[in-house]
């Protein structure tokens, strides 16, 4: 026979399963992109560059794969570290960042899409921005 407990399991069972067949499939869960308009301008770019490179960061331009590994949000995965934390292995100064981009291409030649030096320095000025933005926030940086 049926408890009670049975009943009330069972009656949760079918509304959860209403909840998951009434859920679009195309509710892909995505963490929010950064706000470029809000991200700071490096002194060694344009906004014109800060914006080319979150188009290419994002997979819209220059078959740039960038976020697949560092996150939608910048914020990484388990195959790309962290971006926006304030602080990199390789060092957050914008030539520092720009090296570190073009070792990595050397390293794993096309897996980072097809960028041409204008793409590595607009990418670098995204970067820059992404690692730069709390500081900035918090009026501290320069
Ligand atoms: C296939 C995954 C992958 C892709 C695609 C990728 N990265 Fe990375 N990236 C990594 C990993 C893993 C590291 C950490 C290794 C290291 O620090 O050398 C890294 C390191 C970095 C660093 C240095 C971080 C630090 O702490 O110093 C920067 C900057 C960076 N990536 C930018 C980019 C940009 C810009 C793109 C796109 C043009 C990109 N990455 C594409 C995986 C990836």
Request: with cysteine.
């Amino acid at each position: 026979m049926f408890s009670r407990s049975h009943v009330v399991a069972l009656v949760r069972a079918a509304a959860g399963l209403t909840a998951v067949l009434t859920t679009p499939a195309i509710a892909v869960e995505r963490p929010p992109r950064p706000n470029v308009d809000a991200l700071p301008v490096s002194v060694n770019s344009t906004r014109e560059q800060l914006m080319l490179g979150d188009r290419i960061f994002h997979g819209e331009a220059a078959r740039g794969t960038c976020f697949q590994c560092h996150g939608w949000d910048g914020k990484g995965t388990a195959t790309g570290n962290d971006l926006t934390n304030g602080s990199l292995n390789w060092g957050e100064s914008f030539a520092q960042i720009k090296a570190t981009i073009l070792n990595n291409m050397k390293l794993a030649p096309g897996q980072d899409g097809d960028l041409t030096p204008a793409d590595v320095d607009a990418v670098t000025a995204y970067v820059w921005a992404l690692v730069h933005q709390e500081r900035m926030e918090n009026q501290v940086a320069r």
